[in-house]
Structure formats: C-alpha cells, structure tokens
T-cell receptor
Framework: DAGITQSPRHKVTETGTPVTLRCHQT?????MYWYRQDPGHGLRLIHY???????DKGEVSDGYSVSRSKTEDFLLTLESATSSQTSVYFC????????????FGQGTRLTVV | SQKIEQNSEALNIQEGKTATLTCNYT??????LQWYRQDPGRGPVFLLL?????KEKRKERLKVTFDTTLKQSLFHITASQPADSATYLC??????????FGTGTRLTVIP
C-alpha cells in the first residue's frame, strides 16, 4: 500500500465549528488532492496541491481551505462546518501529471450535527 | 454540461460469468481513462489505465476498452469470483489537475 494516512478516521462536530483533516504521505509525491464522496455524486475534487505552498481550487471548494507547508502534509480545513459538509473525505496523491494512477487514503468520515 | 455515467448503480452476476461495466461521458476530451475498485469503508484502488489512442488493455482477468468516438469505456471481468464484488469507478484524466470520477457501479458476484 502507498504510504498515505488520513487523520482522524471519524469525526463528529457541531455546526459552526472549524475542523481540520490531515493527510500525510511518505511517498514524496508532488501532487496531493482532497475529494469528498457522497451518494449519487461520486468523488468530487475540493482542492489540490502541485507543490509546497502551491494549491488551487477544485469543483466544490466553497467553505473549504487547504494548506501545504511540507511535501508530506496536506491539510483540509472546514472554516465553519455545515451539515452539507457531512461526507466521506479522501486524500489522494499522484507522482506526476497525467498518465499516472492516484493513490487514496482510507478516508475520513465527517458528521456535522 | 459535463457528465460521466456508469451504466447502473448495481449489477448482479453469477460466479464464473463475465461482468461488463459501462462508462459513458459527455463534454469531456480525456487523454486517459482509469478504472478503480472501491471496497466498503476504503479508498479507491487503481486497476487499469488506458490511453485515448489505445483500443484495449488487459490485465489478468480484466479488460478495458476505450472508444473516443462513442465516448465510452467498457470494463470486463472474466471468470468472475465472489471476491470481485465491489464498487467500480471510472475516472477521466482530462487535465493535469484532476481526475473526474463517475458515481460507480456496485458489482455483486453470486456464488
């Protein structure tokens, strides 16, 4: 298995609170991604990073921010959690641009009550 | 609008038969197409990648076809086994910053 770890694996939080999810990789891959997976929508990209301090928005970035201060860590922050952000969040890494597979973490199940 | 559709949410098949899953897309021009397997409670795992100029790719019991004219990929599992039961996702590699995923087909292989 690719060395990619997400934490926490499960979290329940209250509406309006900030939440940070962490993705840690030991593969030294340049590209890192945060997806959310919801029934009927598949995996949708939230934010991605193409290097340290280099990030960009994906399809569903509203309400989320990210940071990457080191190659191995990519943090996803929900600035003020809402019930619509209840989802399963996956981090993924890729070694290079196209023509390469993505390696996924185990996922974080987030429930906002 | 852009869409990726996988033929059905769920597919049941008898053990030993060939399972065929479909991925259709509109308003994308992917250079590559990938297939992933996802088991409950786990992240997707890469299976196969096919380029736009390749018609077919095989890996053990898996076969993928890619028709850019029809905008369709077919994913076949031959001699299916109960252990093949999972959700299968297609993903379009359109540009460097993203893989666009379909919603998946949940395959159940019945012993």
């Amino acid at each position: 298995d690719a060395g990619i770890t997400q934490s926490p694996r499960h979290k329940v939080t209250e509406t309006g609170t900030p939440v940070t999810l962490r993705c840690h990789q030991t593969e030294n891959h340049r590209y890192m991604y945060w997806y959310r997976q919801d029934p009927g929508h598949g995996l949708r990209l939230i934010h991605y990073s193409y290097g340290v301090k280099d990030t960009d928005k994906g399809e569903v970035s509203d309400g989320y921010s990210v940071s990457r201060s080191k190659t191995e860590d990519f943090l996803l922050t929900l600035e003020s959690a809402t019930s619509s952000q209840t989802s399963v969040y996956f981090c993924a890494i890729r070694d290079s641009l196209m023509n390469t597979e993505a390696f996924f973490g185990q996922g974080t199940r987030l429930t906002v009550v | 609008s852009q869409k990726i559709e996988q033929n059905s949410e769920a597919l049941n098949i008898q053990e030993g038969k060939t399972a065929t899953l479909t991925c259709n897309y509109t308003n994308y021009s992917p250079a590559y197409l990938q297939w992933y397997r996802q088991d409950p409670g786990r992240g997707p795992v890469f299976l196969l990648l096919i380029r736009e100029n390749e018609k077919e790719k095989r890996k053990e019991r898996l076969k993928v076809t890619f028709d850019t004219t029809l905008k369709q990929s077919l994913f076949h599992i031959t001699a299916s086994q109960p252990a093949d039961s999972a959700t299968y996702l297609c993903a379009l590699d359109v540009r460097a910053n993203n893989l666009f995923f379909g919603t998946g087909t949940r395959l159940t292989v019945i012993p």
